[in-house]
């Protein structure tokens, strides 16, 4: 309903209420004619009540009997109205039927009131009530629901020297990509009445395309006025208004800044590569291995000597003297090399250099670390990342902590986001983990010192120690089949653990473009990360390689 048609009613005009004619209080005013009004409706009321609605000034609300499917008002595009006008506002719901409307005011509603709030529509599905407009140039919503699912909404606008329109021109020199522009209009406001970027949208509002002219109609004349325009949830501003003229259109500009980056709502699967042919790593790497087989072998002369203790090692006190004894007296380290053949000296530490060399490409690629990057609480600038795989191995099996511990998390004004901290691993479980994958898909054992004893043949290396008979009383060819498994088992974890309880550590930083939501939370990132690890080798080693990120999705 427009200005100038205002005043119509269909059901007879209800007076504008003029302070010269009633006074000067305007809440006195629109007391006298919200009580004149409801005299009028009492003395008309018919039996059937329901014919006309019947109305409440109570704050309750339910939902519709008959189950609403949709509600709309019957007023077409935004009410121009001067100050203190009452004007009467119907809505239609469907399907048709009795229903309960609650009317309320939102937005800058001021002194303006409504006749009813709780209201029944009639038989065919329509609700009345007045509204009695502010005193003052305002915008704002009138607001009809049926229960809590179905609802509609009208804008108000009040002044009392007519309406205009803005025409809004973005001033952006941000990156992100925008899909939309959402002008509005708070008349009687300046920007700095308004906080947030975004600021709020005001009831006067519009949406767009970008590269759509943005214009705003029924804006308040006689006033100034706060316009503000937004991208999604992600950038915004706003411009002070001096004012418009009736029917004029004014062209406004409003520059526009990114939110910055809303990092306290951080959740992405983070990844971080190692590069090829990375010489320091692949130094690092040598070394954890070198350091592994030299563990292998302990103080022995050879990979028969240290089987050979290990399987004493690994029976009671006793029956290690006795193997002792057979040992010597038998020339078992001659007998078990000829059992072994060509290589037999470094047969185990052979071994573990053909998974060393077969396994190398699983700690090098785009996926290598790879866990969960979490901020920490609201705190800003703080985060975790739960590593869940290295290297395709869990975490504590490859050396490395589950849980990496506070990192620090931070972003450019350019969307990167910046991630650094440090951790500790051990080397050689990794070098040596990660061997034992391979040895595992090679050879389809449970594990790698399986895999060691199908290549010594324990079952055939225990009989051939036992002869005829055994090895030493009370055990036999079993028996020695037996020591030889578990020797190896020692052994490989003796390997394992070369690092011992000296972890390396590992210093890093990242860099990455970040893609956002439209509230500017980070929905993914790419780039690089450099780093340092000290306490492999005598000097600190400088690693690079990838850094990506996606949102986290929730478990199927």
């Known amino acids: 309903m427009k200005y100038s048609t205002q005043y119509a009613h269909p059901q007879g005009a209800l007076p504008r209420l003029a302070p010269d004619r009633w006074g000067s209080s305007p809440l006195k ?17 018919s039996e059937d009540s329901s014919a006309n609605g019947s109305a409440t000034g109570g704050s309750g ?33 469907r399907p048709e039927g009795q229903h309960s409307v609650r ?72 990156g992100r990509e925008v899909t939309s522009w959402t002008a509005s209009v708070h008349p009687g406001r300046r920007c700095s009445d308004l906080s947030g970027n975004p600021p709020p949208d005001g009831a006067l509002w519009t949406t767009v395309s ?41 062209s406004v500009a409003v520059q526009v800044i990114n939110r910055p980056l809303q990092l306290s709502e951080t959740e992405l699967d983070m990844t971080l590569g190692l590069d090829d042919l990375n010489y320091d790593w692949e130094l690092g790497l040598d070394t954890a291995r070198a350091s592994a087989k030299a563990a292998l072998l ?9 089987l050979l203790d290990a399987m004493a090692q690994s029976l009671p006190s006793g029956d290690a003297a006795l193997f002792q004894s057979s040992r010597d007296s038998g020339a078992w380290d ?25 396994s190398a490409s699983r700690l090098s690629g785009d996926q290598v670390l790879i866990g969960k ?39 450019d004004p350019d969307d990167s986001l910046l991630l650094g901290g440090s951790f500790y691993f051990f080397p050689s479980r990794l070098v040596v983990s990660a061997a034992e994958q391979q040895a595992i898909s090679a050879s389809g054992t449970a594990t790698a010192p399986e895999a060691l004893a199908e290549v010594i043949d324990c079952d055939g290396l225990g009989a051939s120690l036992a002869g005829q008979g055994v090895l030493f009383e009370g055990c036999d060819g079993v028996c020695g089949a037996l020591a030889c498994r578990e020797g190896l088992s020692h052994l490989f974890k003796r390997a394992r653990d070369a690092s011992g309880d000296t972890p390396a550590t590992l210093t890093f930083s990242a860099a990455a473009a970040t893609e956002i939501d439209s509230e500017a939370r980070p929905t993914g990132v790419q780039g690089t990360w450099v780093g340092e690890i000290e306490g492999s080798t005598q000097a600190p080693l400088s690693i690079s390689g990838s850094a990506k990120g996606a949102q986290s999705l929730p478990p199927q």
């Open 210 to 250: 970008p590269g759509q002219t943005i214009e705003i109609d029924s804006v308040p004349a006689g006033t100034y006025s706060a316009v503000t325009l937004r991208a999604s949830q992600f950038a915004g501003g706003c411009s002070d208004l001096a004012g418009v003229m009736a029917g004029e259109t004014k």
């Open 103 to 174: 009317f309320s005011l939102t937005g800058d509603s001021l002194d303006a009131s409504l006749a009813a709030t709780e209201v029944t529509t009639d038989s065919s599905g329509v609700a009345t009530t007045t509204l009695f407009a502010p005193s003052h140039v305002t915008s704002f919503n009138v607001r009809a629901a049926v229960g809590t699912e179905v609802s509609a909404s009208k804008t108000v606008s009040v002044s009392e020297q007519g309406f205009g329109t803005l025409r809004v021109t973005p001033e952006y020199s941000g």
């Open 61 to 93: 609300g339910s939902a519709g009997q008959t189950g609403a499917a949709s509600i709309e008002f019957s007023n077409e595009g935004t009410l121009e109205v001067a100050p203190l006008v009452a004007i009467e506002l119907a809505v239609q719901v």
């Open 334 to 358: 001659a007998q078990v090399a000829a059992w072994i053949g060509s290589g037999a000296e470094k047969v185990l530490r052979s071994t573990l250099d053909q998974w060393f060399e077969a």
């Open 298 to 306: 302990g103080e022995s002369e050879s990979d028969i000597d240290a």
């Open 373 to 411: 990057l979490q901020a920490v609480g609201s705190s800003p600038g703080w985060g975790t990342w739960h590593l869940e795989e290295v290297a395709g191995l869990a975490p504590a099996k490859a050396g490395f902590p589950a849980d990496i511990g506070k990192l620090s998390l931070s972003a």
């Open 29 to 45: 005013a629109l007391a006298l004619v919200a009580l004149s009004a409801a005299v009028a409706a009492g003395c008309g009321a």
